[in-house]
C-alpha cells in the first residue's frame, strides 16, 4: 500500500519557469509534510516543509500548497534554474515525538533546460 | 561539524553471503533511521532508534535484516544471506531530540549490489 503518491514521475521545464510537482496522501494522521531534494550521490535533504495548520508556505523560491481536505500538497518552483535539476521526493510523518519516520513517495526526477 | 557518514560507499557482494553496513550520525543526535531506495523508487522505511528506547523494527523487509546501536552513536545494519532484492541504497538518518518535526540529516548512503 502506497500511503504518499507522488506525480508526474519526470519534469522537463524551461529556465525560469515553474516547476509543479504532486503528492497525494492516504494516512490522515500524517502532520508533518516535507520536501526533500536529492543530487545524483548524494543523501536527500531537507528542503522545505508544511504543517497542516497552514495552506501555503513559501521560502524564496520554493512554495508549498496543502489542500487538507484533498489530501494534496504540491511544490511549486519559481523561476525554474540548471542548478535545480535533481530528484525531488515528498514525504510525510506523524511529528509526535518517537514515532518520526518518514513515508516517502516515489520521486520526481526534474531537468531544467537552458 | 561533521554530516551523517556511511561505510562503505559501495558494496558489491555475492548471493548468499552476509554485509554489514554502517552509519555515523552527527554528534548528538539522539535519532537515528535506515532507509532503503532502490533504483527509481523512493526510500522506504527500515528501522528507527531513539536513544534507550526500543527500536521500532516495523519497516524490515525479513529477518534477514537486522540493526543495532551503540549508545547514540554508531549503527550498523546486517544483512543475512543476501539476495538479489537486497541490491539498493541503503541510507542512514539522524536527527535531534527535544521538539516534534525535527529534520532528518541523510548520509550519503551505501551502494549493495548483489550479484
Known amino acids: 500500500q502506497q500511503q504518499v503518491k507522488q506525480s508526474p514521475q519526470s519534469l522537463i521545464v524551461q529556465k525560469g519557469g515553474i516547476s509543479i510537482i504532486n503528492c497525494a496522501y492516504e494516512?490522515?494522521?500524517?502532520?508533518?509534510f516535507p520536501w526533500y531534494q536529492q543530487f545524483p550521490g548524494k543523501g536527500p535533504a531537507l528542503l522545505i516543509a508544511i504543517r497542516p495548520d497552514v495552506s501555503e508556505k513559501k521560502e524564496g523560491r520554493f512554495t508549498i500548497s496543502f489542500n487538507k481536505s484533498a489530501k494534496q500538497f504540491s511544490l511549486h518552483i519559481m523561476d525554474s534554474q540548471p542548478g535545480d535539476s535533481a530528484t525531488y521526493f515528498c514525504?510525510?510523518?506523524?511529528?509526535?515525538?518517537?514515532?518520526?519516520?518518514?513515508?516517502f513517495g516515489t520521486g520526481t526526477r526534474l531537468t531544467i533546460i537552458p | 561539524g561533521a554530516g551523517v557518514s556511511q561505510s562503505p560507499s559501495n558494496k558489491v557482494t555475492e548471493k548468499g553471503k552476509d554485509v554489514e553496513l554502517r552509519c555515523d550520525p552527527i554528534?548528538?543526535?539522539?535519532?537515528l533511521y535506515w532507509y532503503r531506495q532502490r533504483l527509481g523508487q523512493g526510500l522506504e522505511f527500515l528501522i528507527y532508534?531513539?536513544?534507550?528506547?526500543?527500536?521500532?523494527k516495523s519497516g524490515l523487509p525479513s529477518d534477514r535484516f537486522s540493526a543495532e546501536r551503540t549508545g547514540e552513536s554508531v549503527s550498523t545494519l546486517t544483512i543475512q544471506r543476501t539476495q538479489q532484492e537486497d541490491s539498493a541504497v541503503y541510507l542512514c538518518?539522524?536527527?535531534?531530540?527535544?521538539?516534534?518535526?525535527?529534520?532528518?540529516?541523510f548520509g550519503p548512503g551505501t551502494r549493495l549490489t548483489v550479484l
Open positions: 532508534f531513539q536513544g534507550n528506547s526500543a527500536p521500532d
Open positions: 538518518a539522524s536527527s535531534s531530540q527535544g521538539q516534534t518535526y525535527n529534520e532528518q540529516f
Open positions: 554528534s548528538g543526535h539522539t535519532a
Open positions: 494516512n490522515t494522521a500524517f502532520d508533518y
Open positions: 514525504a510525510a510523518s506523524i511529528g509526535n515525538f518517537g514515532n518520526e519516520k518518514l513515508t
